[in-house]
Structure formats: C-alpha cells, structure tokens
C-alpha cells in the first residue's frame, strides 16, 4: 500500500468518526455550565414580639416614642413617653406585652396621651397585630370617648394632598364622631384638610357592639385593594382612590376625642395592650398565613426580626399625627 493510499484512509477514518459524534455531545458542550439553583431569597418582614424589658429597647429597634404635640386628640394634651410600658402577660407565662396608658381628669392640662411609630418603609403587603382592646378605665370614672388604634400614616404635604395615605383600626368603646356606644372602624383614606378648614376624603365600615378583648387584625394591601380582617374574618374591602400610594409608618395611639369627655374631675386611665406586630412586604397573607408566620418564630425563639429594607434615600420618619 502507498503512502498516499494509508493517508487517504486515515482521512477517511477521522471524517467518519468526526460524523458520528452524537447530537447530544455536540449541543452540551457549547451550553453554560450548570449552576446550582438559586435559593429563595428570604421574605422581607417585620416583627415584634415586645419582649422587652424596658423603653429603651424598643427605641433601638426603631420605635419612636411620640412626645411631640399636636393632633389627634385633646388640644394642649400632653403625649408622654411614660404611657409606654413593658408588662408581663397575665394569660400566657414568660411573655410580654406593651402597654399604652392614656389618663385625663377632663382637662387639657392633666390629659396624657401615648402613640407609639415605626420607622416609614411600608406600603404594599400584609399588615397584622394582636391587640387588646377595653372597654373601661383601669381606675377611676368611665364614660370619656377615647380612641384605641393600629394604624399606618403618611404625613400630609398639605391639606388635600392627593397622595395622602392611611389605613386605619380605630375602637371607640363609648362611642364618638356621631355614633354612640362601642364602635368598631376600619377606614381608608384618600385624604384630608386640617382643622379649622376641617374636610375629608375617605370611606369606613363600622361594627357596633363590645370588642373587649384580644383580636388579631390584618390588612392586605395588594392588587389594588385593601381587605381588612377581624379575627380571619373580612371585615371590609376597599380600593380605587382610596388605595394607599405613598410610603407609610406603622402605629399605634390611645387618646382622647376632642370634647368627648365626661364632666367628672377624677383622674382615670385607660389602657391598650399590644402582644405583637407584623408586616411582610409585597405579599397577600391570608389571617391564618400571618397567624402560622408568627407562631413558627416564636417556637424559634425569634422575638423581633426587621429585615425592610429602607427607602433610598431613608424617609424621615415623623411621630406626631
């Protein structure tokens, strides 16, 4: 055989070869090398379980504890700092709770008012909290129309600003704003003007009847709509303009109702107790959702987590309306 004859075959050989390499072989040696799938990120939430000890702790984790003047409430009412308290939960050992204490003696001058705000990151998601709402002081005369409340706010730019947001639960257990006797209120707002040139944008449903006791409240805002939910109940659904659109803090105040109060000169307090709060960003959670969320961080032991990111550049956060 020549020379030309064994290169000629050699050729031959190395072509058929070449050829009869598999589709497969050919297409995954050209496809990105494969990578592990990306983990779920964690879900952006807040929560507190308020198992504190004292005010200072709360301070760290971004509450603000309102002692600035002003609305809501009595005019030239005090709001005190030491209406806030840490107590230890009666009904369920080794937890702990906040407490609001609001007193008066039916004056503006020895009338005390407590708020408590989260830092402003919030719109869309899930917001819930378990509240104990009361129906009567813990000392002293009854009857004043006082307002115990969870709720997120905006601040207002000026009066009827369009952009103006809040979501609110408000519970008037001697009645008050033209309804008499224990009301329940879950109200949206699209906006408002101060007084003296009172005037509101908003809409509301109520539920008449005693709410003493402990309720957990959660607000869905998502898709357009916000769902209010009474103990995994629909309270009430909203949307259109009165869907929230600016960027909100969580709060939560107990004060009294201008000229709502009963003529009798003894001090009283009233008290609102909080036993946790909760959000998660962008998601609708159902109440019973919320309600599993919070239990599997409690038996993890894991009494406050924040991991909302704040808005760029960082809001001031304001705690005096």
């Known amino acids: 055989m020549t020379n030309y004859s064994i290169a000629l075959i050699a050729t031959m050989l190395?072509?058929?070869a070449s050829s009869s390499q598999s589709p497969t072989s050919y297409s995954t040696s050209r496809q990105t090398p494969n990578t592990a799938p990306s983990k779920t990120s964690r879900p952006s939430i807040l929560f507190d379980d308020f198992s504190y000890t004292n005010r200072n702790q709360l301070k760290k984790h971004g509450w603000i504890l309102r002692n600035a003047p002003g609305w809501p409430g009595v005019p030239g009412a005090t709001w005190s700092q030491d209406g806030i308290s840490i107590?230890?939960?009666p009904d369920r050992p080794g937890n702990r709770i906040l407490r609001m204490t609001s007193s008066t003696d039916g004056t503006s001058a020895k009338t005390?008012?407590?708020?408590i705000c989260h830092q402003r990151k919030y719109l869309e998601g899930t917001y819930a909290a378990r509240v104990r709402f009361t129906d009567t002081p813990v000392s002293g005369p009854g009857g004043d129309q006082i307002v115990e409340s969870f709720y997120t706010i905006a601040p207002l730019k000026a009066p009827m600003d369009p952009d103006y947001s809040e979501l609110d639960y408000e519970y008037l257990p001697n009645g008050g704003w033209g309804i008499a006797g224990p009301t329940l209120y879950a109200t949206t707002w699209e906006t408002f003007s101060p007084e003296p040139n009172w005037k509101k944008d908003n809409v509301f449903q109520t539920s008449n009847g005693s709410q003493a006791g402990w309720h957990t409240?959660?607000?869905q805002v998502s898709d357009q709509k916000v769902r209010y939910f009474v103990d995994s109940k629909l309270f009430v659904e909203h949307g259109g303009n009165y869907y929230p659109e600016d960027t909100m803090s969580i709060n939560f105040n107990l004060w009294f109702i201008r000229d709502g109060m009963v003529s009798a000169k003894e001090p009283r307090e009233y008290q609102e107790d909080?036993?946790?709060v909760f959000h998660q960003v962008g998601v609708a959670l159902t109440p019973?959702?919320?309600?599993?969320?919070?239990a599997r961080m409690r038996r993890a032991s894991v009494r406050f987590r924040d991991t909302v990111p704040p808005k760029a550049p960082t809001l001031i956060s304001p705690c005096d309306f």
């Open 14 to 16: 190395f072509l058929f």
């Open 87 to 89: 107590v230890l939960d």
């Open 112 to 115: 005390k008012q407590t708020q």
């Open 217 to 219: 409240l959660v607000v």
């Open 274 to 276: 909080i036993d946790w």
């Open 288 to 294: 019973e959702e919320v309600e599993n969320a919070v």
